[in-house]
């Protein structure tokens, strides 16, 4: 496994480059944020709002995506009161035995806040089968709700005929996903080739016996249609200096956001401020580490490494420390979601692990064979 020379990224995230210095992209780029011309970049943004003032036929000026966590927030409100733009906001609704008080509690703020947002929901049934299979299928049952959620705002935009989407970051620039890299980097309209998204595939849903008229909410609009459509995804986080987690976190909070207390030892998000709206993601992140060795410690030391704020040392603590947690009794409450045993569980996961990284000690627990940070 291979580390960036200058934050703890690593090689085995899927879609990443590492440049002839041995830098992530997102490093690449940060070394040249003194060189950035932010006179370009306010034009840049002039262009965006007057392309959305042209297009406001429906009265909305742009569609943001919400989850009621730190970043959306902090688009809605950077949106309304600095691009001084009217945005609808679009949120696609966890189930109600999934989706935490919390979540609930940081849409509401946004909606007290005059915000106008529409919420979407899909069959709890179909919800959950689909789950179950990208879990089953892939190791991975985000895999599911990742389309449903990115497919949601998109197609609303065609709907409504709001052809301005803002997102925030850029997955390239933030963690090194280069395979939503669009034309350029502002550029959003190839979020769907994620790994987790491929390009929108439902093909293994349906083979799973889910009919399509079930997971019309799942399907992302074509290529051709968003042409058709004349939608553009832009990144907010070309436009902002400080789109920073911990910048998000300060400004959501103080607009109303509720977090939570950090417990790093079972979940290694040991700031409180993300993965705000359900708990099973908690489990996620564990199954990512074990398939590629990195996990959601890893992410927010990034960030924080390249900020300044951390030394690469700080964070290789931290991620030793961390990266790997996970909470028993959440992943208890996810069987029991998803209708399976424990044991299910765990033979299944056995069959992802990524044994290269991993081995498995006689008490049961997996072992990273790997050295957090080590450059060869």
Known sequence: MKYCKRCLNVDTRPNIIFNDDGLCYPCSIHEDLEEIDWDLRRDRLKEVVEFAKQNNSSGYDCIVGVSGGKDSTRQAFHIKDHFKLNPLLVSMNYPPDQISKRGVDNLSNLISNGFDCINISCSPITWKKAMKTAFFKYGNWAKSTELALFSSVPRVAIAYQIPLVFWGESPASAIGEMGTLGSDSIDGNKLKYSNTL??????WLLEANIERKHILQYIYPSDNEML????KIIFMDYFMSDFTSLANSNYAALNGLSIKKPNPNKEPDY???????????????YIRYLKFGFGRTSDIVNWEIRSGRMTRDEGISLVEKFDGNYDLQILRLFCEYI????????????TYVNKELFYLSPDLKYIPKFKVGQIN
């Open 339 to 350: 209708d399976i045993s424990e044991k299910q569980f765990w033979v299944l996961l056995d």
């Open 228 to 231: 058709n459509a004349n939608l």
């Open 198 to 203: 491929a390009g929108g595939d439902i093909s």
């Open 271 to 285: 700031f409180g401020t993300s993965m705000l709206d359900e708990d099973f993601i908690n489990i996620n992140m």
